[in-house]
């Protein structure tokens, strides 16, 4: 089964409004054991009818998104019934209940565009919206399905899951496809590739893909029996090792929390460049309470020495951005909290501040666990919001890594 999206809406394509509903939809077919083959994203108007057209010659489903309200802007009823040939009839049935919704919610719609909305393709089923006035469509002709989805997530999600999902599930059955993916850190997409992938190719496996995004890498691997997904599985945590920190679905701070918690040890974060980017990340966890117990943004030289008890003698000596600073912030994090494991970060996020011994992009990381203190240095590449995020990364993974290490530091 083919399945394609068009997504309606000029505001779209100048950059008004985020396009979210592809994200939405791919998550959704891959659940049922499917997969969106194309996404076109089109301006309100004529184009609209002629994409539709198009659409309906390639894919078997064509969903579409958008359109559907009371506005002259709002095309999407006219331009599906004249791709599929049929005229377009008043249903009172319709008006009706559109009028009982703006009623209820005290909407003073006006009569023309009420109408307009009630305007069903002949043949068309009416899907009816619990969350707004305009309601959806399902059109078939022949072996081809099209629907008809108002744009707004509150709206779309509802009747997706009421009458999309059902109809798509009754006939994917017997045709799933199952998807895994995984999540790694400190590797390349190019440095997963070798590792894995021509160990799944052996084992008959064709669709592989990766994603890198600041400093992840998915892999993301597809077939249509789960048994040979389960040796996927197997291989992939072999060839990965440590650099693997979870599954679909799994993010780093997650993956810390949940070690730490496991292990019964605490976590505590002192930060100046990432402006308490870290303790954010593990705080958006659910849960975290049960690791996560203080963090501190000392990023003021003043704040470190107050908060954290860094000597001033050594940042006058070694500057904020150093090992032996990284080093104090992290002890000074671990002392005065009681954690078992304490990271610090300081660095040059930029654009301005770098010099040629310190360049930006520079950050130091601490880490401290009883009795030992160890740092490391890093130079990332981008702008302040990057070199902020790959610096959270690479200290969420330092204190995964030590978690796995059962608390000991290299």
């Known amino acids: 089964m083919t399945v394609e999206l068009v997504s309606t809406g ?5 950059g008004e409004v985020a396009e979210a509903h592809l994200a939405f939809v791919g998550r959704e077919l891959r659940s049922l054991g499917l997969r969106l083959e194309r996404q076109t994203v089109v301006p309100d108007g004529m184009v609209v009818r002629r ?11 064509v969903l579409v998104t958008g359109g559907l309200g009371a506005t002259s802007d709002d095309n999407t009823r006219e331009a599906a019934a ?4 049929r005229e377009l009839e008043f249903q009172p049935a319709v008006e009706s ?19 307009r909305q009630a305007m069903v393709p002949k043949g068309a089923q009416v899907l009816w919206n619990s969350a707004g006035p305009a309601p959806g469509l399902f059109i078939q002709k022949g072996r081809l399905a099209m629907f008809l989805l108002p744009g707004p997530p509150r709206e779309l999600v509802p009747m997706w ?26 590797l390349s997409e190019w440095e997963v590739q070798e590792r894995v992938e021509r160990d799944l190719r052996a084992l008959g496996i064709q669709e592989i893909g990766y994603c890198e995004r ?7 691997i597809g077939h249509s029996e789960a048994s040979v997904l389960d040796r996927a599985e197997v291989l992939v945590k072999e060839r990965l090792g440590s650099s693997l920190f979870g599954g679909e679905g799994m993010t780093l701070e997650g993956a810390v929390i949940e070690l730490a918690t496991r292990a019964g040890r605490t976590i505590a974060t002192a930060e100046s460049c990432t402006g308490g980017l870290v303790a954010h990340r593990l705080t958006d966890v659910p849960g975290s309470s049960a690791a996560f117990t203080f963090g501190w943004i000392a990023y003021a030289n003043a704040a470190k020495v107050e908060q954290l008890g860094v000597a001033p003698e050594l940042l006058e000596a070694h500057g904020a951005v150093s090992s032996e600073v990284a080093e104090a912030m992290a002890a000074g994090a671990l002392r005065r909290s009681g954690a078992d494991l304490a990271v610090s970060v300081t660095g040059i996020a930029g654009p301005t ?12 990381f601490g880490l401290a666990a009883k009795g030992k203190v160890v740092s490391f240095r890093k130079i990332f590449p981008g702008d302040r919001s990057m070199v902020k995020r790959l610096a959270s990364q690479a200290a969420l993974d330092a204190l995964r890594r030590a978690l796995l290490a059962g608390g000991e530091l290299g």
Do not use: H
């Open 10 to 14: 000029t505001e779209l394509l100048l």
């Open 51 to 61: 994409v539709l057209e198009d659409a309906l010659f390639r894919s078997d489903v």
């Open 82 to 85: 004249e791709a599929i040939g």
């Open 97 to 115: 209940r559109i009028r009982a919704f703006c009623s209820a919610k005290g909407i003073a719609a006006l009569p023309e565009a009420i109408r």
């Open 161 to 186: 899951r009421s009458a999309v999902v059902p109809w798509l599930r009754a006939r994917a059955n017997g045709q799933a496809f199952f998807w895994r993916s995984w999540w790694s850190v400190g």
């Open 214 to 220: 600041a400093g992840e890498v998915e892999l993301r």
């Open 353 to 364: 501040g770098g010099t040629p011994e310190k360049p930006v992009g520079l950050v130091w």
